[in-house]
Nanobody, 114 residues
């Protein structure tokens, strides 16, 4: 079965950086688009960034120029490099695989605070 395991979250000061990883298994990783979503307390889950099988990337406006998504098909892993982090980036970050009904990882907490 499809499994997505995120890692790399944590506590960081404003202006800092974090790199999230999402390791996928049980799927032909290279042919599917992958995305990162985030959900802050009391808010809906929102799309942050996506990467197509071709490598084409899209970002929500609030993270453009600060976040970078890429994939390593040899490692079945998608990454999210987050820089210039702001308190409003605080959320649980989820990896999402765009195949079939869609699959979610368990999430990783990112807290931006001084």
């Amino acid at each position: 079965q499809v499994q997505l395991v995120e890692s790399g979250g944590g506590l960081v000061q404003p202006g800092g950086s974090l790199k999230l990883s999402c390791a996928a298994s049980g799927m032909m990783f290279r042919i599917y688009a992958m995305s990162w979503y985030r959900q802050a307390p009391g808010k809906q889950r929102d799309l942050v960034a996506s990467i197509a099988s071709s490598g084409t990337t899209t970002y929500t406006d609030s993270v453009k120029g600060r976040f970078n998504i890429w994939r390593d098909n040899a490692k079945n892993t998608v990454y999210l490099q987050m820089s210039s982090l702001k308190p409003e980036d605080t959320a649980v970050y989820y990896c999402y695989a765009e195949l079939g009904p869609g699959y979610w990882g368990q999430g990783t907490q990112v807290t931006v605070s001084s």
